[in-house]
């Protein structure tokens, strides 16, 4: 069975600052996926970034940014320049190619102060 | 274009009832997803339903049910509540390809006293 490990139960940082949120997985699957997920307060889990375990390139949008290690099995998401509105839980998540149910990491509560 | 939409955003029970909870998926997606979120147990799988068929479902006893519609609808039903059913449903939408990743709604707040 496929899990997904997030060994940083809370973070903190100031604004504008550069924060990176560790992700690790484990899985004998070959093809899947990988995500990160913002819940803010309103609850509604926002997609943030998604990646394709075939490429090897890391997955960029806009400020937020994935450092892939497949061999590793790792994910990790790095948020540059973070603005108070990034302040949420951040969940990492893998879906097998083919298959219908993502598995959740335990998330990461990010505060952003001012 | 409007997201997925789940009602009701919050619903109070009594231990023995049942629940129904609604999810309308964004238009032309055609899997609806269920999940349930506590703080002990976080983000589990509870069923997914494409074109009206069942295709998945995670390890939650027979009292969880679903259903789905021909317009894509979906139905998530919780007989004879527990206290343990208190949790955040959330429900996820998707073109049937996990590499455009679940549209999630807001979810139902389910609290069972």
């Known amino acids: 069975a496929q899990t997904v490990t997030q060994s940083q139960p809370e973070m903190s940082v100031q604004e504008a600052e550069t924060v990176t949120l560790s992700c690790t997985y484990d899985?004998?699957?070959?093809?899947?996926?990988l995500f990160w997920y913002k819940q803010p307060p309103s609850r509604q889990m926002i997609l943030v970034i998604r990646q394709e375990a075939y490429k090897q390139q890391n997955a960029t949008e806009n400020r937020f940014s994935v450092n892939f290690q497949k061999a590793a099995k790792s994910f990790s998401l790095k948020i540059s320049d973070s603005q108070l509105g990034d302040t949420a839980m951040y969940f990492c998540?893998?879906?097998?190619?083919?298959?219908?149910?993502?598995?959740f990491g335990q998330g990461t509560r990010l505060t952003i102060n001012p | 274009k409007a997201g997925v939409t789940q009602t009701p955003r919050y619903l109070i029970k009594t231990r023995g009832q049942q629940v129904t909870l609604s999810c309308s998926p964004i238009?032309?997606?055609?899997?609806v997803s269920w999940y349930q979120q506590t703080p002990g147990q976080g983000l589990q799988f509870l069923f997914e339903?494409?074109?009206?068929?069942?295709?998945n479902k995670g390890n939650f006893p027979g009292r969880f049910s679903g259903r789905q519609f021909s317009n894509s609808r979906s139905e998530m039903n919780v007989s004879t509540l527990e206290l343990g059913d208190s949790a955040l449903y959330l429900c996820?939408?998707?073109?049937?390809?996990?590499?455009?990743?679940?549209?999630f709604g807001s979810g139902t707040r389910l609290t069972v006293v």
């Open positions: 238009s032309g997606h055609r899997s």
């Open positions: 998540a893998f879906i097998s190619q083919g298959a219908q149910k993502l598995v």
């Open positions: 996820a939408s998707s073109l049937d390809s996990p590499d455009y990743g679940y549209t």
């Open positions: 899985t004998s699957e070959n093809n899947y996926y």
């Open positions: 339903y494409f074109s009206e068929t069942q295709r």
